[in-house]
C-alpha cells in the first residue's frame, strides 16, 4: 500500500539554522506530495505542495522539491524562527481508485532563540 | 469566505454518552474525511465519503459512524463514549485534483 516515512523528531534548533526534515514515500499510481505544519491547539495548514515531478513548492520561506527517482519531498528552510515551531507532517495523495491523503508519522520542530 | 468548520473544538464528555461532532465546508466538495490524531501526533483515517450517500470505512478501525445526507455536511457520531475515544478528531474536504482543506480539529475528551 502507499506509504509516507519522515525524519523522526523532535528536532530542537536554534534561531536562523537551516531545517532540513527528510520525507520518502512508496506508493502506487500519481502521487502528488503535501507539507502541512501544525501549529499548537489547532488543526492543519496546507504548507506547500508539488504536482508533477520536479516540481517546487514554497511557501513562509519553506521549499520542497518533488524527486520521482528518489520517491522523495524533503522540507528545507535557509534560516528558522521561532514562530516556525510546530509539527510539520508530510503527505502523500494517490489520484487513483480510493483518493486519500496519506500521512507520515510528524515531526515536532522546536526553534529556540 | 469557502472554509470548513467543526464544532465543538472541545468536548468533555461523562462515560456512556452519545455524541455528534459536526463537520460543514462551503467549498461544495465532493470527498470528505475524518482523521484521528492520537496524543503520538499520527493521523489515521477512520471514514470517508465521496458524496452523498456515500460513505466508507477508513484505514484505522474506529467505533464511530457518519453520515453524508447534505454535500456541506459530514458529522461523526459516537453511540456510548468510552475513555479510550479520548483524542482529537479532524475532518477535511478535497476537489477533484486533490486539493485537501481541514478544520481547526475537535479535541474530545472522554471521563
Known amino acids: 500500500g502507499d506509504s509516507v516515512t519522515q525524519m523522526e523528531g523532535p528536532v530542537t534548533l536554534s534561531e536562523e539554522a537551516f531545517l532540513t526534515i527528510n520525507c520518502t514515500y512508496t506508493?502506487?499510481?500519481?502521487?502528488?506530495p503535501f507539507w502541512y505544519v501544525q501549529y499548537p491547539g489547532e488543526g492543519l495548514q496546507l504548507l506547500l505542495k508539488?504536482?508533477?515531478?520536479?516540481d517546487k513548492g514554497s511557501n513562509k520561506g519553506f521549499e520542497a522539491t518533488y524527486r520521482k527517482e528518489t520517491t522523495s519531498f524533503h522540507l528545507e528552510k535557509g534560516s528558522v524562527q521561532v514562530s516556525d515551531s510546530a509539527v510539520y507532517f508530510c503527505a502523500l495523495s494517490v489520484l487513483q481508485g480510493a483518493q486519500k491523503l496519506v500521512f507520515g508519522q510528524g515531526t515536532r520542530l522546536t526553534i529556540n532563540p | 469566505e469557502a472554509d470548513i468548520y467543526q464544532t465543538p473544538r472541545y468536548l468533555v464528555i461523562g462515560t456512556g454518552k452519545k455524541i455528534t461532532l459536526e463537520c460543514s465546508q462551503t467549498?461544495?466538495?465532493?470527498?470528505m474525511y475524518w482523521y484521528q490524531q492520537d496524543p503520538g501526533m499520527e493521523l489515521h483515517l477512520i471514514h470517508y465519503?465521496?458524496?452523498?450517500?456515500?460513505?466508507e470505512k477508513g484505514d484505522l478501525s474506529s467505533e464511530s459512524t457518519v453520515s453524508r445526507i447534505r454535500t456541506e455536511h459530514f458529522p461523526l457520531t459516537l453511540e456510548s463514549a468510552r475513555p479510550s475515544h479520548t483524542s482529537q478528531y479532524l475532518c477535511?474536504?478535497?476537489?477533484?485534483?486533490?486539493?485537501?482543506?481541514f478544520g481547526s480539529g475537535t479535541r474530545l475528551t472522554v471521563v
Open positions: 477535511a474536504s478535497s476537489d477533484r485534483v486533490g486539493g485537501y482543506t
Open positions: 465519503s465521496y458524496g452523498v450517500n456515500s460513505t
Open positions: 506508493a502506487t499510481g500519481y502521487p502528488s
Open positions: 467549498m461544495g466538495h465532493d470527498k
Open positions: 508539488a504536482t508533477k515531478a520536479d
